[in-house]
């Protein structure tokens, strides 16, 4: 595993022709009351991290630092450290002109924050039409065919997946209401649908984490670090010919 | 169906505090050789205004002008009037803080082009928690299950569409280069891939439209029309008590 | 007439090098008790689409659909759909910039909204500075000589207008208080005098519309839609042979 | 004439609640090859000067610094210091919004330079919606009935004015293209024009400076601060009163 | 000295391939009872003009109108016309835009207040990234060895130098409270404190100007204007040869 | 030490009322040919992390996560993930601001780059208008009094820190040019000199590094832990009472 952060310049321009920089994206926000602040950074560093050992510098990637802040304004309400929209936006396009003017052609966010989702992919697409390159972009939980409840928001599945990384952080899950929060059982397929104090009515989470286990993270963490493993060599294949033959 | 530009501004006044003001959203831009720039405006509206039809005021429902012009960068290369995302999230906002200054609780937006889709949610995300209002959005061919091939650019899909909707408008698809383009078949489940040149490369579509069938648009469009008419009333039913409540 | 939202893009493309683009702007904004929201749009419309019918042509204008919202921050304190002067400011110049990159080197604008003025003369001003371009710019009642009562705002000059072009629209005026408004006679030549308050204390209208009639909205219409097809040649007169001549 | 600038902030606070501020603004830019770069600046000065000691306190005025940069970027292409649309809205919005906090409900913009114009109207009709004030701004050759050749650039007129006014800075005219600017006499009445490269190819200027003369510019210069004596009287009395009354 | 508003456009090409641009600026913001608004930016300019003046042309410098105004948020407590920071670095930025259009390869920035620093600093750093250029910046009192009470704010140092510069604006000063305000005497070495209301607290001066005198406003002052005078030349030494020799 | 990363957000809010949140900030920039691109961001962490150690609570400080990324376009010329000044600004407001939402009422930024402290000092002056916080910030190696060469850019200072802190991460010194940068030593007292293209020309370090060890980073360490550990204590003890108590 390289890190960019203890490479020395001229070891970064010579990995920027043909290596992929992987910059991972967390957030610090409430996670109810028995989960950390960082979780989201956490899992997208628990993740990435296993899934470079097991590629093993094949194909080669240069991580980045992970940015630990993420667009969560919606977890002020209780407490956060909050990057807003066009905050996290021109971080993510500056990290990106950054690394293109050092010399790499090809770039991987790795996201662990739901709510990162449109800035990262506003950030990757408008990228890519500035410079010749080839940008990808995931969340963590999104790499494996969809199950019910993932990856939700302090319940089950980040639950059982911190029991699996990092269960001394883990507390007592405290009880939530019974809300069923609207933005994340919308009351109609493809509808986005947010309400004004929703997430305090829901108490900070979107399901119950009674039925978290350590032994269930362990299994859903494995199948997202095969998962990204697996994005990682796709990507390096779909582009290790083609950067550098763009038009304009 | 009400056309909020032909109402005098004490209609609106008086209709903000129970109806849905809906603003449908568009692009102008290639889409290909055979179909016309307008048609992510032309389908949008047509969705919409048939399912305004079906619902016939119940809910009552007060339609805004659609904006006619989307955030199409990479459409550029061939021709496009194009808002950069700052300036489509810059709009949507003042949209909505209008609307709400203008009595409005609850709105939705219905949008007709892909790429819209990130900054339409990231508007509605952030201006529900500035404001005590609900807000929904979504992009029409994402009411129903989805279909492979749903929506694409300028292939089967937008090609029956609009063979049912506006026959006088589509030409004759010209031959497409065999290209897949990346950023609609990424290598992996959950990747989003975005490369420098590909849109030229892919000659402006994703996918071929000779198939396409007014018959196949008939039946698609209904469907999307069974789909807006079903969302609009299941989000009046979730919001209708709700709004007024929230805490700040 | 030639509408960009149904030509092809290839269409658009041939016609950049020597046609002329038109895009009309309006607003959604408060027109008293007795207009419509939509008043500037659908006047701005209505004068347009006559004199391009007059053209027939010769010569041969690309018309943009129209932009139906504007700058009417003024206007909120009863109802509007308002765009910041800095949001209608980004969305002209990113079409004139799309308009350029897809290969137009004449456009003009035509506006409806007097509020629109400031914004729309920046964003032509700015943009024939950035690109080798001929830009024109008019609001569609200042193309005859000055009238006293033209424009004001729901008052004499739009009922009447409104009367001859969209008369199933117009209410009966309700009575308006007596009040001068400050912005609309100054108290002495050339000063723009703005007071805090000063919309809602005039009851949204300058000046009175009783005297208002079809008939003479008719004259009135005549004039605007001889006067923009006589600009529309003298733009493509002055400019034919120029643009493109431009040095750095 | 009271100075801002020569006043302690208690003096200026205590002229807030019934004095008229005034802020001066200009431009450095090229004025053909025989009038300074500072001649906006240094005729709005003048005008403001001869104005406020002939209205001797009544009514009271504190006349702020004047703003020496502009927006001129048409004039880059010989030498000017310019700020950008941008730039100037926001130092006039944050003047504004400055005087406001100390203290003052009245504020006259003095300008001398066109390209200034609409950016002055604009933050002048924002800033009252945002505050209770009441605002003014004018174009010191605006206050008189409309003359040929009024203002132009580095023609006629300025250079008359500069004559009365400064001749010491009057250098011998140089000759000028035989090219009619199409900014400065557009084709059609009410009809902005912008072409690429236009001021170059006019040489700078407007009209022909030949007949100039300190005669003239002294009865022209004349005309004008009689224009703000009076403008500053009639502002004053349509505003005395009213301020302080404006609703939300 | 030579003064760019007095110059033409001509003048002021031929001057920038070796000439130093001057821009001095300062502030409007309260001085506490006994000190004019204007105080930073009469001494910017008193220091910067008699520096010119024994300068006499060696080095050639062209001096541009000073700024009136700063970055004074701190001061609107009281009263102050205050650009925000955004708003200076942007005017700044396009100062030094302007400048290098115009031909101009050195500029130095000469401050009067505080509050400007840090703006200053980023703005020049930044500019010089983009364009070949040489740019300096610096505090008029900091030219100088550091001494105990310099510059704090409306205190000793200040009151001295008015007292020799413009004694007629001095008046005596009022008692203020004996609060030492934490940003002034940072509990630590190194450390920047600011704590919300002390400006306000500290009666809006960091020291008592009891003590100060003419006399020592003299000496001070001659000390300022030698050290600029200084500090011009090893400018202009140092970057004589050396500007149009940098790399991309 | 707490860890705002690892603890719950009930923690968090519990912790606002008294304790202080401690942000540190670096940089991933080219630090010659031996240093790593994180040298600023792991030494910022070394002395924050020793601070805290020794502090034991004492007051009691929560740390957030590091921003790893810093405003470094300087170093572009080679390598560097640089945030631009505005981003760089916009980050650290919305974590102040989130902070503050959050609860807390002081706040320390502890930096470790250079390139940062303009944008810092900045932030926290800004913040402290707008709310009602106490905050401060410093770099790490400004708590004890100036040395020469201290910090300088990858030379003795920074090497023998890193020969401390982090042996395995420092190579061999390649030799640099004999350049003395001009930013480095300004020609006189008191000037801020920035020169297109002198980092590349400086072989992007300010000094030799030769000369560094182990033993002196050792020293030059321990000295800045203490003045950051007597920093903090002194930040605490002067605004522990007074926080809370200040006006608007």
Redesign the interface.
């Known amino acids: 595993m390289r890190?960019?952060?203890?490479?020395?310049?001229?070891a970064?321009?010579a990995a920027g022709a043909t290596e992929i920089a992987l910059l991972p994206i967390g957030s610090?926000?409430?996670?109810a009351?028995?989960?950390?602040?960082?979780t989201d950074?956490?899992l997208a560093e628990t993740v990435t991290d296993a899934a470079l050992r097991r590629l093993d510098g094949n194909p080669s990637v240069v991580r980045?630092?992970?940015?630990?802040?993420g667009h969560s304004?919606?977890?002020?309400f209780?407490?956060?450290?909050?990057?807003?929209?066009?905050?996290l936006?021109?971080?993510l396009t500056?990290?990106l002109d950054?690394?293109t003017?050092?010399?790499f052609r090809r770039v991987l966010i790795v996201n662990g924050h739901g709510?990162n989702d449109?800035?990262?992919?506003?950030a990757?697409?408008?990228?890519?039409?500035r410079?010749?390159?080839?940008?990808?972009?995931?969340?963590y939980w999104?790499?494996?065919?969809p199950e019910p409840g993932v990856p939700g928001h302090a319940g089950w599945f980040e639950t059982s997946l911190m029991l699996a990384a990092h269960p001394e952080?883990v507390?007592s899950p405290t009880p939530r209401p019974p809300v069923i929060p609207?933005f994340d059982r919308?009351?109609?397929?493809?509808?986005?649908?947010?309400?004004?104090?929703?997430w305090?009515?829901a108490g900070?989470g979107t399901d119950d984490p009674t039925d978290a286990s350590a032994e269930t993270g362990q299994r859903l963490l494995e199948a997202r670090i095969d998962?990204l493993v697996?994005?990682i060599r796709?990507?390096d294949?779909?582009?290790r010919e083609?950067?550098g033959?763009?038009?304009?």
Chains 1, 2, 3, 4, 5, 6 share one sequence.
């Open positions: 890190d960019l952060a203890t490479m020395t310049w001229r970064v321009r610090q926000e409430q996670h009351g028995h989960l950390p602040m960082g950074t956490l980045l630092p992970c940015l630990p802040f304004p919606h977890h002020l209780a407490a956060a450290v909050s990057l807003s929209a066009e905050t936006l021109a971080v500056d990290v950054s690394l003017q050092s010399g709510g449109e800035v990262m992919r506003l990757v697409k408008r990228f890519a039409l410079a010749d390159v080839a940008l990808a972009a995931c969340s999104s790499l494996t065919p952080l507390g609207l919308p009351p109609h397929l493809g509808l986005t649908v947010e309400r004004h104090g929703e305090a009515r900070g998962g697996a994005a796709a990507f294949e779909a582009t083609s950067h033959k763009g038009e304009r």
